[in-house]
């Protein structure tokens, strides 16, 4: 497996996410004084929040480190976290629910690839679309590019052999997901077990041929023979190769926003899903090591401990289902080997690596002060005063 996998793995999953709870926010009628003060602002101060949060430069240095993929719901644990970075709340079933949209949108990026190089363009039309939805906010931006140069500096050096090797690392860790999104099978690109159709037509990896032609060639490297053959997809040569640079255009369309025209986003449990989680089940009690990992993630991300709000204001909850009913069904009748549930963590090895995580911590902001009105300042993640 690659040891530079886990930062592509984060970035475009957590630019799923941002599509899908921007699409949600603007979809969701906001009750009260809320709607009152504007959706707009409540939108774009709930998704700054949340940015901020992905963004931070001490998260990101340690994301950007050579170190192996966590487990499913060792990843899933720091979603959470992320998703909850500002005023905004998901049940779990609504928390689940996003999850699977994520993943398996990345997943069908994945496949998709014409080469495994053009995941760094599918990461880059996260990014861009990411920095859209902050462009206001100066301080925020710079985080984003400055996580543009990270990937430049990081990926550009790399054969195309390590991309396969990343590629093959991300396609074994969605080999088990075949969850049915609406989308996919109203576009008719996912079968009704939850496997993805993938496309025999359109353009051929850039720096390759049509298929069609069999060249022959003598031990002196000399061309001596031709042939052609017919093939069933109709295949095209790209114009040009997409821009690698922090800007430009990425040509390739995979990574962009699917939600931006308003479309139902619900997701089902495949039958072979279904008989997998009957089946057998997958050793949850990550190593010890593993979870001192997952620990300094999730401090970086707002602590280990997500705390409610003191008082009667428990933070804008957010239902990714049409109605409260279809999220408590959901809750209901999800496998319970499926379901991600939050995972409570204590480092107990290494002390001299605690000791130097804990001064990180020390030095670390993970988003910016705002004054608090009632006493709740110490989390500067649970409420947005301003709104």
Known sequence: MSARTLPLLFLNLGGEMLYILDQRLRAQSIPGEKARKGERLFVFAVMNDIITTMFNKKFMEELFKPQELYSKKALRTVYDRLAHASIMRLNQASMDKLYDLMTMAFKYQVLLCPRPKDLLLVTFNHLDAIKD??????????????????????????????????????????????????????????????????????????????????????RNGDEVKRTEFTTDGNYVTPQREGSFDLYGDRVLKLGTNMYSVSRPVETHMSGSSKNLASQAKENLTPNPLAKEELNFLARLLGGLDVKTPGGSETGFRLNLFTTDEEEEHAALTRPEELSYKVIDIEATQEPGRRAELSRILGELEVAEPRPASSGKGEDLLALMDGL
């Not at 400055?146 to 990937?151: A, D, I, P």
């Not at 430049?152 to 088990?176: H, M, N, P």
């Open 133 to 218: 939805f902050i462009h206001d906010s100066p301080g925020i931006l710079n985080q984003v590019d400055e996580t543009f140069r990270q990937l430049i500096e990081t990926y550009s050096c790399l054969s195309a052999g390590e991309f396969q090797l990343i590629r093959q690392t991300l396609l074994i860790f969605f080999q088990d997901m075949h969850i049915r999104v609406s989308i996919f099978l109203k576009d008719k690109v996912q079968n009704s077990n939850g496997r993805f159709v993938l496309p025999i037509s359109g353009p051929v990896p850039w720096g390759t041929e049509v298929p069609g032609l069999i060249r022959m060639f003598n």
